[in-house]
């Protein structure tokens, strides 16, 4: 499927399909079911304490961006997150109300880490 030849609708469709939908944590952040959107590029729905945009950008990467009901905090804005790691940026930035610096590795079934010494 070529991500980047959809329309808005499409987008959104795929985003909860191969990303959302397949994992349990969604639940965990209170979403809204009633609040789900198509937005230009993506999606758009809420949580417990914030709202959170997805939206496709360039070559298949997407930018995450969660604001807070809290007037106070700043908004978490997360870019270039491939498919794989929407859940897990919006899981961290919910819980913890940031997104860490440190990169997310996928890990390889086949590979060991191993500590030189």
């Known amino acids: 499927m070529e991500v980047m ?3 808005n ?3 959104a469709q795929y985003i909860w ?3 959302l939908q397949r994992s349990c944590k969604p639940f965990s ?3 809204d079911f009633g609040s789900i959107e198509t937005i230009e590029g993506g999606t758009s729905f809420r949580v417990k304490t914030a709202s959170v945009n997805i939206r496709l950008e360039k070559m298949g990467l997407f930018t995450v961006i969660i604001i807070p009901d809290d007037k106070q905090k ?3 804005v997360c870019e270039g997150l491939i498919l794989g790691s929407l859940v897990p940026a919006i899981d961290e930035a ?3 109300g940031k997104i860490s610096s440190k990169p997310q590795y996928r890990s390889i079934p086949s590979v060991v ?3 030189a010494v």
Do not use: D
């Open 74 to 76: 700043n908004q978490i």
């Open 113 to 115: 880490e191993r500590v």
């Open 5 to 7: 030849n959809i329309n």
């Open 29 to 31: 952040w209170g979403l």
């Open 17 to 19: 399909n191969e990303a």
């Open 94 to 96: 919910i819980k913890y």
């Open 9 to 11: 609708e499409e987008t």
